[in-house]
């Protein structure tokens, strides 16, 4: 019973609010970087934005620590996960392997004026127990490919022999 009680009240977290409803301000034509440290274990990101006042709205995308330092380069950079312009929006994106990451509030085309945004960033852990299942192997997709072609012509061929049977019939 108090082993019960203990794994109950001390066991790790699953859900983690890194910015739980906070609100921040982007400076016009320009952006805003916040760190997402992942050192323990992968996990899913998930977060969501809404412009309060100032712009017509914002992009937000997630990216590797690496890509960060090569957008203040003014170097080209990759992007893991991004929403689109908009006034508000919504990422969610599976980080696979343990680091440092950055979500970016892009106001750069936002207008003239500085950005209030309300931002929520939060860390899945439990999520990232599930297997994420993208495509099926190539003997599979052989396999699905054979068994349909076999499917149509056999239905094809019991067509075409009722067609005729029946055209010949006087």
Known sequence: MIL????????PAE??????????EVPAHDWGQFDILLNQRPALVDASFQ????SSGLRMALLRHI??????NGEPFGVLA???????????YQVRQPG???????NRSGGAN???VRLHVWLDFAASRVPTVTEISAARRLVVVLISCAVFFTIATFSLRRILHAANRP
């Open 67 to 72: 890509d960060l330092e090569r957008l203040r």
């Open 100 to 106: 440092r990451y950055a979500m970016v509030l892009d």
């Open 114 to 116: 500085p950005a209030i």
């Open 51 to 54: 412009v309060e006042s100032g």
């Open 4 to 11: 019960a009680l203990f794994l109950l009240f001390f066991s």
């Open 82 to 92: 991004a929403t689109e312009f908009a006034a508000s929006g919504h990422l969610r």
């Open 15 to 24: 859900k983690l609010d890194l910015f739980p409803s906070q609100v921040v």
